[in-house]
């Protein structure tokens, strides 16, 4: 019977050999080395027994796969070592081997704490390996062959830079992540933007943005990086953490980025409660962390003891023994063997930088795309969004100078080809007329007037584009109908053009109408203007004039008429008053 029937029957119901023979699940009797393991031993014969008799779900699974009696007992360490196919599990657990020379080796049996480290290191590679190995499966069952066209389409989901109370080297190489993708970004939006215009002769404005090159340098670069530094003091005698510790603070006691903790109060949280002999401070793009190198020389160390490597050769299990198992050596053409390729002190900072670098260069040989996430608020609640805490975001990724670039540049390109080579052989009439109109008689219309003359059809003016070298570039929102015209249809497209080709030159003509009729309103408005300036200038004259004569008049009236005492009076007043302000002044 099947697995389906198997448990049926341990939860109580009843599962009939005629419905397992007309079961479709591939597990009845699969093929001997069918699917990703090797096939299942037979199940136990009691299918009758129920949860209480059985034990637990696991202890169910455990004598389901294996074939084992439920009322036999069976330790852990026998059922790991069955699962495994490995008979000296014991030993690789608790001793070691140490060779003297290359012939010569002895046994001693490991301290407590040696063990643990040992066996917890050798299942974190038993998982490691199986996992690379599940992705390496599914990777060949998505390639038909190996000559099969590369073309894909990739998915990235990048993960959130981490910052937690006390961050260890998992942390770092996460941001150290975030930092790559993050650099990755700018020179995918910004330093592509100002190349693509100077290729083309483009006139623009560059626009200033946060750069985190000189971070990624201080983490992973050589001699001087943090990397770099773990695995030189992972190779030094008697290293500790706290001996990386203070080489990073001495290599970079200068900089502005690596820096020192500042240890806080009674009250600080754990991060400021470390001195700068257990922790460095990294500023990051996204904000300052505090990484604690507490049990960094440990974690960095990947090599497996020869013991579990040699278990690993031994297994019974042909996935354990062919596919998990490292293959050190390689025979070379001649027979000689030569050594694995970078498998002589492989550390974990060293794998993690091999992958990431994979990673980058895959990125690089594809045309990227972003969407940027934005975390509304720490809660995780919905319909609740912090305006400080999304804007900081927002300036850390560089979000709003892309949004900034986007408006101010030009991020709509088409060749000209794709629109002259399609259009131009179909439109052979207007591309003579225009020719001759722009450049001369006889002469041809150039790809760029041809893709400019359409482009002022459909309503573009001179701010909303500008002609490049081998493309049009366009503002945003701007080339809509251009990109269509790329792949629409000709037969469809030609009437269009024509249509809108002949409503531009109706609109052309009738501009100059307009224009016209606007400088001869504008011309009479100003001589109503200048009449009416000229009338109301002659008028003002007239009174002048006018009063010009009446005080002409008065003089000569009052011409050889003798003065009467009051007015005599008021003018020697007059003089008084004159002399006594000259007096003030000078003294002033």
Known sequence: LCRRASLASHF?????????????????????????????????????????????VADFFVNMMTGRDPDKPVTMLQLASEFLGCADLEQALLKATLKVSKSESYTIELEAAKAVAGRDAFIKSVYQRIFDLLVKRVNESLSK???????????????????????????????????????????????????????????????????????IDIIEGKTKGIFDQLDSTCKAPKATDETL?????????????????????????????????????????????????????????????????????????????????????????????????????QTVSRGFLSSLKKLMEALEATEAHFIRCIKPNNELKPNLLYGAFVLSQLKCSGTLEAVELMQRGYPSRIPYEAIYDRYAPLMGDFCKELGALLNGPDKELRPSQFVEAIAMAFGLTENDYQLG????????????FLEEMKDADI???????????????????????????????????????LKKLKQQADEAEKKAKAMMGKKKNKEEKNKGRQMLPHEITEVIGDMGSAKEQSRKDRKS
């Open 12 to 56: 109580g119901e009843t599962y009939t050999a005629s419905e397992c023979d007309k079961c479709i699940c591939d597990v009845c009797e699969p093929p001997a080395g069918a699917g990703f393991f090797p096939a299942m031993g037979e199940p136990s014969k009691d299918l009758a027994r129920t949860r209480d008799t059985a034990g637990s």
């Open 145 to 215: 062959s190996a000559t099969e066209s590369k073309l894909f389409i990739g998915l990235l989901d990048v993960f959130g830079f981490e910052i937690f109370e006390v961050n260890s080297l998992e942390q770092l190489c996460i941001n150290h992540t975030n930092e790559k993708l993050q650099n990755f970004f700018l020179r995918s939006v910004f330093k592509a933007e100002e190349i693509a215009y100077k290729n083309d002769g483009i006139k623009w404005e560059p626009i200033p943005y946060t750069d985190n090159a000189n971070i």
């Open 245 to 345: 510790c203070s080489a990073l603070h001495e290599t970079h006691a200068k900089s502005k980025i690596l820096c020192r903790p500042k240890s806080g109060g009674k009250n600080a949280s754990a991060a400021k409660k470390l001195t700068d002999k257990e922790a460095f401070v990294m500023r990051h793009f996204a904000g300052e962390v505090t990484y604690a190198v507490e049990g960094w020389l440990e974690k960095n160390n990947d090599k497996l003891s020869e013991d579990y490597e040699k278990m690993f050769g031994a297994s019974t299990k042909e996935m354990m023994a062919k596919e998990l198992a490292k293959k050190e050596e390689e025979e070379e053409a001649g027979g000689a063997k030569k050594k694995k390729k970078g498998s002589g002190g």
């Open 469 to 480: 070298v081998h493309k049009i570039f366009m503002r945003s929102g701007k080339a809509a």
């Open 491 to 529: 037969n469809e497209m030609i009437p269009r053009i024509v249509a809108k080709i002949k409503e531009f030159e109706r609109k052309k003509a009738a501009k100059k109408v307009i224009e016209r009729g606007l400088v001869s309103w504008i011309w009479r408005r100003r001589i109503r203007k």
